[in-house]
């Protein structure tokens, strides 16, 4: 019954996460993602937005005034009634036609923004399950370092009380085991807190059960030329810098349309109440009236040309912010290969020292059965290979970290 229940509450409280799942789980769920979505939407209400400047416009209105009696005198009116209804249409005005190239600019430097956001989300997705697969290692690690502890004070503990052993020994054991039981300790609230870090990412109610194990591939090749070609072509980031010079640039335009004319037409149907003669009653006059408007801004205190000079300096900032990107981008890849060097070399190294340890374990576990050795030279054999075991996990996680970000840099 105790098994069953054990099962249904897995059943309940946990399912399976591959990372792919988790990947695609966060490109729905994380708040990044979902804003710039959001931001895009904005974007094409802009567009909307601009291109009503180049489409006809009908408006109209009506108005009633009735004036006092001390107001009335002569043949005028006490009840006036206007209205009117006017089409206007712009002919000219490169600002609206400058807003829409704006607008469409600025969509597209949103889309690799939402692009950008994905792939940093991707790569932090990654990140994240790595180290939780690395963390769970460490439990079990410290689960069985604990175990072999626990017998080692059973055993300082049998002797001390046949009077074999001295005192300090059964308490430098029983301290030792508490070590290792902090150490556990120490090692779930780690695992614990990477998973409700996970969870709140990528908005998870249910506590996943993480698939996969940490393994590499020391034989992959990187070749930093075509890496550093990649990034120059793939890099989202790099997209979006590139981006921002163009709607700097189309902003620039647009500060500029105000040295151009507008040319606007519009046509109108009016009616309003008057006497046609001096003895007449009151009339609808109605009719049509058709006119062009052609403006030009002379002169308004130098405004135009200080916003111009404004948009200008802001084409060179984000040249320079472009440039600050690619030498930043391209410093995390190269930084990025040298890290991934340094960590295939360490791990041909800790896998021989686990060699080692592991031999040297057998040796001592051998030594004691045999009655040479010390159940103690057990445990510090133990402990030296699993601290070793450890070591090449924690490499290992972090080979396939900076893996997943020579990936982000380069796809």
Request: charged fraction near 30%; avoid cysteine.
């Amino acid at each position: 019954m105790r098994v069953i229940w054990v099962i249904l509450f897995l059943f309940t409280f946990s399912f399976p996460l591959t990372l792919e799942e988790a990947v695609s789980i966060a490109l729905k769920n994380v708040t990044d993602v979902k804003l710039s979505r959001y931001e895009l939407k904005k974007l094409d209400y802009e567009i909307k937005k601009a291109l009503s400047g180049i489409l006809p416009k009908v408006t109209g209105s009506y108005s009633y005034l009735r004036l006092d009696d001390s107001l009335v005198y002569g043949f005028a009116l006490r009840d006036r009634q206007s209205y009117d209804i006017t089409l206007s249409q712009t002919i000219f005005n490169k600002a609206i036609f400058d807003s829409i190239s704006l607008a469409k600019s600025q969509k597209e430097l949103q889309n690799l923004i939402l692009e950008d956001v994905k792939r940093e989300v991707v790569y932090r997705v990654k990140d994240m399950y790595y180290a939780i697969l690395y963390k769970w290692t460490v439990v079990e690690l410290k689960k069985e370092n604990l175990k072999y502890w626990e017998e080692y004070l059973k055993t300082v503990e049998e002797k001390y009380k046949a009077g074999i052993l001295p005192k300090v020994e059964y308490v430098r054991a029983k301290a030792q085991f508490e070590n290792a039981k902090a150490e556990l300790a120490q090692a779930r609230a780690d695992y614990e807190k990477s998973i409700e870090n996970f969870k709140a990412f990528l908005k998870l109610e249910k506590t996943p059960e993480f698939m996969g194990k940490l393994e590499v591939n020391l034989n992959e090749d990187f070749s930093e030329e075509k890496l550093l070609e990649f990034l120059e072509k793939n890099n989202s980031t790099l997209k979006v810098a590139k981006a921002r010079i163009e709607v700097a640039k189309k902003t620039y335009n647009l500060s500029k349309a105000d040295y151009y004319p507008t040319l606007d037409a519009y046509l109108t149907y009016e009616g309003y109440t008057t006497r046609k003669s001096l003895f007449g009653g009151k009339e609808w006059v109605k009719g049509y009236t058709f006119g062009i408007s052609l403006n030009y801004k002379f002169f308004d205190g130098f405004a135009r040309e200080a916003e111009v000079a404004q948009r200008k300096v802001d084409i060179f900032q984000e040249k320079e912010r472009f440039k600050d990107t690619f030498f930043n981008v391209k410093r995390d890849l190269k930084n990025a290969l040298l890290e991934i060097k340094s960590l295939k070399e360490r791990i041909k190294a800790v896998k021989l020292s686990l060699e080692a340890a592991k031999e040297t374990l057998k040796l001592a576990t051998e030594r004691h059965k045999e009655g040479i050795g010390t159940y103690l030279e057990v445990l510090d054999a133990r402990r030296n290979y699993n601290d070793t075991l450890d070591t090449l996990h924690f490499l290992t996680y972090r080979y396939m970290s900076t893996l997943a970000l020579i990936e982000r840099l380069t796809r």
